[in-house]
Antibody, heavy 120, light 107 residues
Framework: EVQLLESGGALVQPGGSLRLSCAASGFTFTNFAMSWVRQAPGKGPEWISVISASGDKTDYAESARGRFVIARDNPTKMVFLQMDSLGVDDTAIYYC?????????????WGQGTLVTVSS | DIQVTQSPSSLSASVGDRVTITCRASQAIDNFLAWYHQKPGYAPKLLIFAAWHLLSGVPPRFSGSYSGTEFTLTISSLQPEDVGTFYCQKYDSFPLSFGGGTRVDLK
Protein backbone atom coordinates (compact mmCIF):
# COMPACT_ATOMS: atom_id res chain seq x y z
CA GLU A 1 0.00 0.00 0.00
CA VAL A 2 1.36 3.39 -1.02
CA GLN A 3 1.80 5.73 1.92
CA LEU A 4 3.03 9.30 1.99
CA LEU A 5 3.49 10.99 5.36
CA GLU A 6 4.25 14.69 5.49
CA SER A 7 5.73 16.47 8.48
CA GLY A 8 7.29 19.79 9.37
CA GLY A 9 4.32 22.10 9.12
CA ALA A 10 4.23 24.83 11.73
CA LEU A 11 3.36 28.42 12.59
CA VAL A 12 6.10 30.66 11.23
CA GLN A 13 6.53 34.42 11.08
CA PRO A 14 6.57 36.29 7.77
CA GLY A 15 10.05 36.20 6.29
CA GLY A 16 10.82 32.93 8.03
CA SER A 17 11.82 29.53 6.70
CA LEU A 18 10.50 26.02 7.03
CA ARG A 19 11.51 22.60 5.78
CA LEU A 20 8.82 20.06 5.00
CA SER A 21 9.50 16.34 4.81
CA CYS A 22 7.63 13.47 3.20
CA ALA A 23 8.28 9.82 4.01
CA ALA A 24 7.28 7.44 1.23
CA SER A 25 6.58 3.73 1.40
CA GLY A 26 4.74 0.97 -0.44
CA PHE A 27 6.21 1.53 -3.92
CA THR A 28 9.57 1.55 -5.68
CA PHE A 29 10.53 5.08 -4.75
CA THR A 30 13.43 5.35 -7.17
CA ASN A 31 11.12 4.80 -10.16
CA PHE A 32 8.85 7.80 -9.69
CA ALA A 33 8.95 11.56 -9.70
CA MET A 34 7.47 13.31 -6.68
CA SER A 35 5.59 16.57 -6.29
CA TRP A 36 4.42 19.10 -3.73
CA VAL A 37 0.98 20.68 -3.99
CA ARG A 38 -0.54 23.20 -1.61
CA GLN A 39 -4.07 24.25 -0.84
CA ALA A 40 -4.87 27.51 0.89
CA PRO A 41 -7.93 27.57 3.18
CA GLY A 42 -11.10 27.43 1.09
CA LYS A 43 -9.19 27.42 -2.20
CA GLY A 44 -8.33 24.86 -4.86
CA PRO A 45 -5.04 22.96 -5.08
CA GLU A 46 -1.96 24.75 -6.41
CA TRP A 47 0.87 22.69 -7.90
CA ILE A 48 4.18 23.87 -6.42
CA SER A 49 7.07 21.71 -7.57
CA VAL A 50 8.22 18.37 -9.01
CA ILE A 51 11.47 16.42 -8.80
CA SER A 52 12.44 13.59 -11.13
CA ALA A 53 12.98 10.04 -9.93
CA SER A 54 16.75 10.42 -9.89
CA GLY A 55 16.61 13.94 -8.50
CA ASP A 56 18.44 15.51 -11.43
CA LYS A 57 15.51 17.52 -12.74
CA THR A 58 13.16 19.93 -10.96
CA ASP A 59 10.44 22.39 -11.92
CA TYR A 60 8.59 25.04 -9.94
CA ALA A 61 5.47 27.15 -10.04
CA GLU A 62 6.15 30.84 -10.44
CA SER A 63 5.00 31.41 -6.85
CA ALA A 64 7.72 29.07 -5.56
CA ARG A 65 10.61 29.72 -7.93
CA GLY A 66 13.56 31.34 -6.17
CA ARG A 67 12.13 30.79 -2.67
CA PHE A 68 11.40 27.05 -2.48
CA VAL A 69 13.72 24.13 -3.20
CA ILE A 70 12.58 20.55 -3.69
CA ALA A 71 14.96 17.70 -2.96
CA ARG A 72 14.88 13.97 -2.39
CA ASP A 73 16.97 11.30 -0.73
CA ASN A 74 16.38 8.01 -2.47
CA PRO A 75 18.10 5.71 0.05
CA THR A 76 15.76 6.91 2.82
CA LYS A 77 12.73 7.38 0.51
CA MET A 78 12.26 10.98 1.59
CA VAL A 79 11.19 14.12 -0.26
CA PHE A 80 11.78 17.61 1.09
CA LEU A 81 10.58 21.13 0.44
CA GLN A 82 12.76 23.93 1.76
CA MET A 83 10.73 27.13 1.94
CA ASP A 84 12.36 30.52 2.51
CA SER A 85 11.09 34.10 2.63
CA LEU A 86 7.65 32.91 3.60
CA GLY A 87 4.70 35.29 3.33
CA VAL A 88 1.11 35.16 4.55
CA ASP A 89 0.05 33.96 1.10
CA ASP A 90 2.03 30.78 1.68
CA THR A 91 -0.40 29.71 4.41
CA ALA A 92 -1.82 26.39 3.23
CA ILE A 93 -1.95 22.67 3.66
CA TYR A 94 1.06 21.24 1.84
CA TYR A 95 0.64 17.83 0.22
CA CYS A 96 3.33 15.47 -0.95
CA UNK A 97 2.21 13.46 -3.98
CA UNK A 98 3.54 10.65 -6.13
CA UNK A 99 3.66 11.30 -9.86
CA UNK A 100 2.00 8.66 -12.01
CA UNK A 101 4.35 7.00 -14.49
CA UNK A 102 6.62 9.87 -15.52
CA UNK A 103 7.95 13.34 -14.70
CA UNK A 104 5.09 15.42 -16.09
CA UNK A 105 2.05 13.37 -15.25
CA UNK A 106 -0.92 13.47 -12.84
CA UNK A 107 -0.60 12.73 -9.15
CA UNK A 108 -1.95 9.30 -8.29
CA UNK A 109 -1.23 9.17 -4.55
CA TRP A 110 -1.30 12.01 -2.02
CA GLY A 111 -0.37 12.28 1.63
CA GLN A 112 -2.71 13.67 4.28
CA GLY A 113 -0.96 17.05 4.22
CA THR A 114 0.86 19.23 6.73
CA LEU A 115 -0.36 22.69 7.71
CA VAL A 116 1.86 25.72 7.27
CA THR A 117 0.64 28.94 8.83
CA VAL A 118 2.52 32.17 8.17
CA SER A 119 1.49 34.84 10.62
CA SER A 120 2.95 37.37 13.01
CA ASP B 1 0.68 30.12 -19.10
CA ILE B 2 -2.23 27.98 -20.23
CA GLN B 3 -5.30 28.38 -18.03
CA VAL B 4 -8.02 25.84 -17.32
CA THR B 5 -11.50 27.11 -16.52
CA GLN B 6 -14.06 24.88 -14.88
CA SER B 7 -17.84 25.17 -14.95
CA PRO B 8 -20.12 25.24 -13.16
CA SER B 9 -18.49 26.33 -9.90
CA SER B 10 -21.15 24.44 -7.97
CA LEU B 11 -24.17 22.27 -8.54
CA SER B 12 -26.84 20.42 -6.59
CA ALA B 13 -28.20 17.12 -7.86
CA SER B 14 -30.20 14.18 -6.63
CA VAL B 15 -28.96 10.63 -6.14
CA GLY B 16 -29.18 8.88 -9.49
CA ASP B 17 -28.87 12.07 -11.55
CA ARG B 18 -26.47 12.39 -14.45
CA VAL B 19 -23.93 15.11 -13.71
CA THR B 20 -21.63 16.85 -16.19
CA ILE B 21 -18.67 19.09 -15.37
CA THR B 22 -16.66 20.95 -17.99
CA CYS B 23 -13.08 22.16 -18.10
CA ARG B 24 -11.84 24.44 -20.90
CA ALA B 25 -8.18 25.04 -21.65
CA SER B 26 -7.09 28.42 -23.00
CA GLN B 27 -4.89 26.68 -25.58
CA ALA B 28 -4.54 23.19 -27.00
CA ILE B 29 -3.25 20.67 -24.48
CA ASP B 30 -3.91 17.51 -26.49
CA ASN B 31 -5.35 15.00 -23.99
CA PHE B 32 -3.11 16.00 -21.09
CA LEU B 33 -5.90 16.51 -18.57
CA ALA B 34 -6.76 14.76 -15.33
CA TRP B 35 -9.76 14.85 -13.00
CA TYR B 36 -9.64 14.64 -9.20
CA HIS B 37 -12.28 14.34 -6.48
CA GLN B 38 -11.79 15.88 -3.06
CA LYS B 39 -13.95 15.17 -0.07
CA PRO B 40 -13.94 17.73 2.78
CA GLY B 41 -10.96 17.23 5.06
CA TYR B 42 -9.14 14.88 2.68
CA ALA B 43 -6.56 15.16 -0.06
CA PRO B 44 -7.69 15.08 -3.69
CA LYS B 45 -7.92 11.67 -5.34
CA LEU B 46 -7.10 11.01 -8.98
CA LEU B 47 -10.05 9.67 -10.96
CA ILE B 48 -9.21 10.07 -14.63
CA PHE B 49 -6.01 10.75 -16.58
CA ALA B 50 -5.30 11.39 -20.24
CA ALA B 51 -8.77 12.90 -20.57
CA TRP B 52 -10.73 9.64 -20.40
CA HIS B 53 -8.65 6.85 -18.82
CA LEU B 54 -10.11 5.70 -15.49
CA LEU B 55 -7.63 4.99 -12.74
CA SER B 56 -7.85 1.39 -11.54
CA GLY B 57 -10.55 1.04 -8.89
CA VAL B 58 -12.55 4.10 -9.92
CA PRO B 59 -16.25 3.24 -10.35
CA PRO B 60 -17.39 3.02 -13.98
CA ARG B 61 -20.11 5.63 -13.38
CA PHE B 62 -17.30 8.15 -13.91
CA SER B 63 -16.24 8.89 -17.47
CA GLY B 64 -14.23 11.53 -19.27
CA SER B 65 -14.22 12.87 -22.80
CA TYR B 66 -12.84 15.77 -24.78
CA SER B 67 -13.13 17.67 -28.00
CA GLY B 68 -10.45 20.19 -28.83
CA THR B 69 -9.87 22.22 -25.71
CA GLU B 70 -13.11 21.27 -23.97
CA PHE B 71 -13.01 18.42 -21.49
CA THR B 72 -15.96 16.79 -19.76
CA LEU B 73 -16.33 14.70 -16.64
CA THR B 74 -19.60 12.80 -16.44
CA ILE B 75 -21.08 10.95 -13.50
CA SER B 76 -23.75 8.72 -14.97
CA SER B 77 -25.63 8.17 -11.72
CA LEU B 78 -24.67 10.40 -8.78
CA GLN B 79 -24.07 8.56 -5.53
CA PRO B 80 -23.98 10.01 -1.98
CA GLU B 81 -20.21 9.36 -1.76
CA ASP B 82 -19.63 11.62 -4.78
CA VAL B 83 -20.34 14.73 -2.73
CA GLY B 84 -17.32 17.01 -2.64
CA THR B 85 -15.32 19.09 -5.07
CA PHE B 86 -14.04 18.01 -8.48
CA TYR B 87 -10.94 19.56 -10.03
CA CYS B 88 -9.37 19.26 -13.44
CA GLN B 89 -5.61 19.58 -13.91
CA LYS B 90 -3.71 20.12 -17.12
CA TYR B 91 -0.27 18.54 -17.45
CA ASP B 92 0.85 19.26 -20.99
CA SER B 93 3.46 21.68 -19.72
CA PHE B 94 4.58 23.38 -16.53
CA PRO B 95 2.96 24.80 -14.47
CA LEU B 96 0.56 21.91 -13.89
CA SER B 97 -2.47 24.12 -13.22
CA PHE B 98 -5.69 23.06 -11.57
CA GLY B 99 -9.11 24.36 -12.46
CA GLY B 100 -11.11 26.35 -9.96
CA GLY B 101 -13.21 23.38 -8.90
CA THR B 102 -16.84 22.29 -9.06
CA ARG B 103 -18.54 21.72 -5.75
CA VAL B 104 -21.17 18.97 -5.91
CA ASP B 105 -23.76 18.44 -3.22
CA LEU B 106 -27.01 16.56 -2.88
CA LYS B 107 -30.33 18.19 -3.51
Amino acid sequence: EVQLLESGGALVQPGGSLRLSCAASGFTFTNFAMSWVRQAPGKGPEWISVISASGDKTDYAESARGRFVIARDNPTKMVFLQMDSLGVDDTAIYYCAKVKDDYRRPLDYWGQGTLVTVSS
Amino acid sequence: DIQVTQSPSSLSASVGDRVTITCRASQAIDNFLAWYHQKPGYAPKLLIFAAWHLLSGVPPRFSGSYSGTEFTLTISSLQPEDVGTFYCQKYDSFPLSFGGGTRVDLK
